[in-house]
């Protein structure tokens, strides 16, 4: 086992019950403060851990990290160094916030300095993220949505059970959990027309996703195999595909979606490592047919991981509109890797592999308004009365998600975005 993974251990930082962030989790971020520039620091509590001051006042001695290496406004550098060096990091800031542990706990100055309260902190994007792909990865949202514009008898396209299918997404327009987003224009064509108008998109939707960072580069030209995925993710956060489904049913024929999606897409700020959800490794569905050798895939590759979106309007109070888990993927996060790169695809540090809307089996266990509404025919209820189809201007949209097992919760913070008016 993981020495940080330990259940048992407990911390002299105080971590409220229900936390997402207790001592088994030691997530990676960058934030700033009134009186700090972008740096990197780790989660506990309600607390954020500076990792610029403990590197550069000896508490990560012998881990051999070059200088600088967290003075940064991105996790980049850090995650080039590989997953076995994000252990060891990790391994050694639980060790520091063990309740036992007296070097830190006992230094009243570099606590007070190197512990700063959440409330005090602003989260920042955590990756420079280098190339962005969405998969379409969970069989329940593939067979929604294929029901609703297709044909509900062939729901999935014959191509879909034999590879992950995906797209290259943008990554320019990848922001931070908290940053508002204007609504899009583009074309749509209404049903009553024979020629697209510019407007507003109507069909405003979210899509609840989970993605996941590679912390390797690889050469043009070789692959990855799905054994070897696991070295290459150094972590998950949340996510959240922006779509606008009027513009997307205009485009998408015959190469996918473009500019409904391309005008922004929220993470989390908080990347829990693949270390830190390695106790939640559940098998996946089972996969029939049969997958090609270079897909097959055995053992724990899934996470269980409850998700769930919530709605609130610019007044009113958060509803919770759908409770979803990762472990209804289908196709696993070390497949997705493989198949990405059996051509020869390279993949780069800081790479972000979004999963596609994660539905599951039951109508309020669907990713995204366009299946919570079955495409506007059934209105969503808020708990103030009002109705949703799709968002409206001033809504916010929160994704949320943790996992839980033996009285540890590894939780991924907020992943949070407000609807502006179109501009
Ligand atoms: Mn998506």
Not at 30 to 44: D, N, Q
Not at 189 to 213: G, H, N, Y
Request: contains cysteine; aromatic residues 8%.
């Amino acid at each position: 086992m993981i020495s940080a993974n330990d259940p048992k251990l407990k911390s002299w930082v105080e971590v409220p019950a229900g936390s997402d962030f207790p001592i088994q989790n030691l997530p990676f971020g960058i934030f700033k403060t009134k009186y700090l520039s972008p740096v990197a620091g780790v989660a506990i509590g309600n607390h954020v851990l500076d990792l610029v001051y403990l590197h550069e006042h000896g508490f990560l001695d012998g881990l051999g990290l070059t200088p600088g290496i967290f003075n940064q406004n991105n996790l980049n550098g850090f995650l080039a160094l590989g997953r076995k060096k994000g252990r060891d990091v990790r391994n050694r800031i639980s060790e520091l916030l063990r309740h036992d542990n007296d070097e830190l706990k006992g230094h009243v100055a570099a606590r007070e300095i190197a512990l700063i309260p959440m409330r005090e902190v602003q989260m920042l994007m955590p990756v420079r993220v280098t190339n962005y792909t969405d998969f379409y990865s969970s069989e329940e949202h593939a067979t929604n949505v294929g029901a609703m514009f297709r044909d509900p008898k062939n729901a999935l396209l014959p191509n879909w059970k034999h590879l992950p299918v995906a797209y290259h997404g943008r990554a320019s327009s990848i922001v931070v959990s908290g940053t508002s987003i204007h609504r899009p224009k583009g074309q749509i064509k209404l049903p009553d027309s024979d020629s697209p108008v510019f407007a507003p998109t109507r069909k405003l939707d979210f899509e609840l996703e989970m993605a996941f960072i590679t912390c390797t580069e690889t050469k043009l030209g070789k692959s990855v195999s799905v054994d070897e995925a696991d070295d290459t993710i150094f972590g998950m956060v949340l996510f959240n595909d922006w779509s606008a489904r009027d513009i997307q049913q205009w485009e998408y024929v015959p190469l996918g979606p473009f500019l409904s999606k391309n005008f922004g897409s929220t993470i989390s700020p908080w990347v829990v490592t693949l270390d830190a959800l390695e106790p939640f490794r559940v098998e996946g569905p089972g996969q029939n047919p049969e997958v090609l050798p270079y897909l097959r895939s055995a053992g724990l590759r899934n996470f269980d991981i409850q998700l769930e979106a919530a709605l609130k309007p610019a007044d009113g109070e958060e509803t919770t509109i759908c409770r979803s888990n990762t472990k209804y993927l289908y196709w696993n996060i070390n497949q997705q890797l493989a198949h990405h790169t059996v051509n020869g695809c390279n993949i780069q540090v800081g790479d972000l592999y979004a999963s596609g809307t994660i539905s599951g089996p039951t109508p309020d266990s669907f990713g995204s308004l366009l299946e919570l509404t079955w495409n506007g025919s059934k209105p969503v209820t808020l708990s103030d009365g009002s109705k949703r189809i799709f968002i409206e201007d001033g809504d916010t949209v929160v994704l949320r998600g943790h996992a839980e097992k033996d009285g540890v919760r590894i939780g991924f913070g907020e992943c949070r975005g407000t609807i502006l008016p179109a501009v």
